[in-house]
């Protein structure tokens, strides 16, 4: 079947502007978080949700950053006045429930400029 | 929150011979640890994953070994082969499973 896919690929922004990054998990799975992976680094968590509980948000390292995931599917990732700091891979994974495997997108790219 | 320490960052080996990874973790309620592989410009991929409840697991030329007083674990790849090469990532996460808390990653060179 599909696994994870997200949009857009790449994406080049200016300083300030805002930009939504997609998400769209493995049908099913009811589990989907957001990673962020800077330069040569590891993977950073930024939020997870879970079925229609209210989401951790405890990786997100400001308040413009923000999330949310519509009818338990697709998410949504919004980073508002980005900032150079916030060029990184943005990765998305799901699973099909809390502890078991998660699967991972193909990221996306995001170069502030 | 987990604290997980990844150790060497770097390993180049000769083909054939063996690689190591060790990884450290600071919650003692985590209960799952998985270990991704990444190649270049590619998304990681679940390569071997051991619960708390075992202490080793094997899947052809990779082990994962774990000790839960010691709070470490750790890949072993045996007979490696230059596709090995790549960076590997150790994880881990807690009893809620909510997230995944990973290591700064190795960067495994493999030379023919």
């Known amino acids: 079947g599909a696994g994870v896919s997200q949009s857009p690929s790449n994406k080049v922004t200016e300083k300030g502007k805002d930009v939504e990054l997609r998400c769209d998990p493995i049908?099913?799975?009811?589990?989907l978080y957001w990673y962020r992976q800077s330069l040569g680094q590891g993977l950073e968590f930024l939020i997870y949700?879970?079925?229609?509980?209210?989401?951790?948000k405890s990786g997100l390292p400001s308040d413009r950053f923000s999330a949310e995931r519509t009818g338990g599917s697709v998410s949504t990732l919004t980073i508002q006045r980005t900032q150079q700091e916030d060029s990184a891979v943005y990765l998305c994974?799901?699973?099909?429930?809390?502890?078991?495997?998660?699967?991972f997108g193909p990221g996306t790219r995001l170069t502030v400029t | 929150g987990e604290n997980v320490e990844q150790h060497p960052s770097t390993l180049s080996v000769q083909e054939g011979d063996s690689a190591v990874i060790k990884c450290t973790y600071s919650?003692?309620?985590?209960?799952?640890f998985p270990w991704y592989k990444q190649e270049l410009g590619k998304r990681p991929q679940l390569i071997i994953d051991?619960?708390?409840?075992?202490g080793e697991k094997k899947d052809q030329r990779i082990a994962v070994t774990l000790n839960k007083t010691a709070k470490h674990f750790s890949l072993h790849i045996t007979e490696t082969q230059p596709e090995d090469s790549a960076v590997y990532f150790c994880?881990?996460?807690?009893?809620?499973?909510?997230?995944?808390?990973f290591g700064g990653g190795t960067r495994v060179l493999v030379k023919p």
């Open positions: 919650d003692s309620a985590s209960n799952y």
């Open positions: 994974a799901s699973s099909l429930d809390p502890g078991s495997e998660q699967y």
């Open positions: 949700f879970q079925g229609n509980s209210a989401p951790d």
């Open positions: 994880a881990a996460t807690g009893a809620a499973g909510n997230k995944l808390t």
């Open positions: 051991i619960r708390s409840n075992v």
């Open positions: 049908s099913g799975h009811t589990a």
